[in-house]
T-cell receptor
Framework: GAVVSQHPSRVICKSGTSVKIECRSLDFQATTMFWYRQFPKQSLMLMAT?????????EQGVEKDKFLINHASLTLSTLTVTSAHPEDSSFYIC?????????????FGPGTRLTVL | DQQVKQNSPSLSVQEGRISILNCDYT??????FLWYKKYPAEGPTFLIS?????DKNEDGRFTVFLNKSAKHLSLHIVPSQPGDSAVYFC????????????FGTGTRLQVTL
């Protein structure tokens, strides 16, 4: 089945630094990738949708200059949290899908736990 | 504005019995619904889905029921097993390719021995 990986699985950083999270589709070409954030005991909230080769579409309330998304290839998307602050600490999850896939299902990565000190 | 709601944050069921997880939605544009299972510190895994043209979809121990007029869907797991203990999210999306999913807040299912 479709496998999506994320790296790193967890990261701890100091306030003010930038953190890059990678999302890879391992056995398929992802035409679309999604980035979600989940706070404890809350739902997955979509942050942005990115299509390969074009700019990401951000959800309302998500700062595009703070959460930089790059979808440079059909198998890789990156999320960079710039100048991270403690309130950015969360569980970040990506998902990937491809046009013509099983009813365009999204396949999720294992997530990245970000802790900003 | 929570368009997909799971009003029960937790549910405890004895092994072998039926687990029923409920989900309500408000957006009439949603026409495809999915259930995901999630373990702590892992991404959600797809469980079962249903299109709005159906009112029931079954896959092994898992059955999803959709009541469009009530904007309600439910996931039945029978018989429940300890390995089913996880957080279950329902999700919905409107018609369209790779359309974004709107998730509910999740229900933590605990299957006890």
């Amino acid at each position: 089945g479709a496998v999506v990986s994320q790296h790193p699985s967890r990261v701890i950083c100091k306030s003010g630094t930038s953190v890059k999270i990678e999302c890879r589709s391992l056995d398929f070409q992802a035409t679309t990738m999604f980035w979600y954030r989940q706070f404890p005991k809350q739902s997955l909230m979509l942050m942005a949708t990115s299509n390969e080769g074009s700019k990401a579409t951000y959800e309302q309330g998500v700062e595009k200059d703070k959460f930089l998304i790059n979808h440079a290839s059909l198998t890789l998307s990156t999320l960079t949290v710039t100048s991270a602050h403690p309130e950015d600490s969360s569980f970040y999850i990506c998902s990937a899908s491809w046009a013509g896939g099983p009813y365009n299902e999204q396949f999720f990565g294992p997530g990245t736990r970000l802790t900003v000190l | 504005d929570q368009q997909v709601k799971q009003n029960s944050p937790s549910l405890s069921v004895q092994e072998g019995r039926i687990s029923i997880l409920n989900c309500d939605y408000t957006n009439s544009m949603f026409d495809y619904f999915l259930w995901y299972k999630k373990y702590p510190a892992e991404g959600p895994t797809f469980l079962i889905s249903i299109s709005s043209i159906k009112d029931k979809n079954e896959d092994g121990r898992f059955t999803v029921f959709l009541n469009k007029s009530a904007k309600h869907l439910s996931l039945h797991i029978v018989p429940s097993q300890p390995g089913d203990s996880a957080v279950y999210f329902c999700a919905a999306r409107p018609t369209g390719t790779a359309s974004k999913l709107t998730f509910g807040t999740g229900t933590r299912l605990q299957v006890t021995l």
